[in-house]
């Protein structure tokens, strides 16, 4: 059974105060790593896929790594705007859903 | 482009009453999904659809009941709805199920059984 723990739950930073999310997963043969992001009150937003480990990807502040147990989602100088929870999802091989994690609520206060 | 949208945006319902609610996507994706979203749970998969009249069964199935005669539309029926199912609902999509295929989402529906 694939399983993906997120951590922090919850983390509050200062605008411009440069962290990381984690996201442990464990997975028969992982096909894809993904990234969305969700404001309150809207569908999560894709962001990122990753595909084998070593692979990064970088959109804005944000910028994605993948490890083989685990991917990092780092926010460099982060804005009030990136305030959201981050969502990571797994998928293995031979299925078609994802398994999702319980997310990272992150506050950026100005 | 209208992408992917879910309809009642909010719902109240009572108990032991049965409630539809529509997903529609203009991509023409073949797979569809039902998630629901809870405190302490994070996403979980209802039911998905490979393509019209081809469904499966997800993480959380019992008390729901999926139909797909067009490509475009997956409606998520809840029979006799129970409090347990208070929840936010998304509908997602994606072009394929090879796995490496995004899943898009629609902006969701609060349900709520009183």
């Known amino acids: 059974e694939d399983q993906v723990t997120q951590s922090p739950e919850a983390l509050r930073l200062q605008e411009g105060e440069s962290s990381s999310l984690n996201c442990s997963y464990t997975?028969?043969?992982?096909?894809?790593l993904f990234w969305y992001r969700q404001d309150p009150g809207k569908g999560p937003e894709f962001l990122f896929t990753?595909?084998?480990a070593g692979e990064e990807k970088e959109k804005e502040r944000l910028k994605a790594t993948l490890t083989k147990k685990e991917s990092f989602l780092h926010i460099t100088a982060p804005k009030p705007e990136d305030s959201a929870t981050y969502l990571c999802?797994?998928?293995?091989?031979?299925?078609?859903?994802?398994?999702f994690g319980k997310g990272t609520m992150l506050l950026v206060s100005p | 482009d209208a992408g992917i949208t879910q309809s009642p945006r909010y719902k109240i319902t009572e108990t032991g009453r049965q409630v539809t609610l529509m997903c529609h996507q203009t991509?023409?994706?073949?797979?569809m999904f039902w998630y629901r979203q809870d405190l302490g749970h994070g996403l979980r998969l209802i039911y998905y659809?490979?393509?019209?009249?081809?469904?499966d069964k997800g993480e959380v199935p019992d008390g729901y009941v999926v139909s797909r005669s067009k490509t475009e539309n997956f409606p998520l029926t809840l029979e006799s709805a129970t409090r347990s199912q208070t929840s936010v609902y998304f509908c997602?999509?994606?072009?394929?199920?090879?796995?490496?295929?995004?899943?898009?989402f629609g902006p969701g529906t609060r349900l709520t059984v009183l």
């Open positions: 997602a999509s994606s072009i394929s199920g090879r796995g490496t295929d995004t899943q898009y």
């Open positions: 659809s490979a393509a019209a009249d081809i469904t």
């Open positions: 990753l595909y084998s």
């Open positions: 991509w023409s994706h073949s797979y």
């Open positions: 999802a797994v998928i293995g091989s031979g299925y078609s859903t994802l398994t």
């Open positions: 997975v028969s043969g992982l096909r894809g």
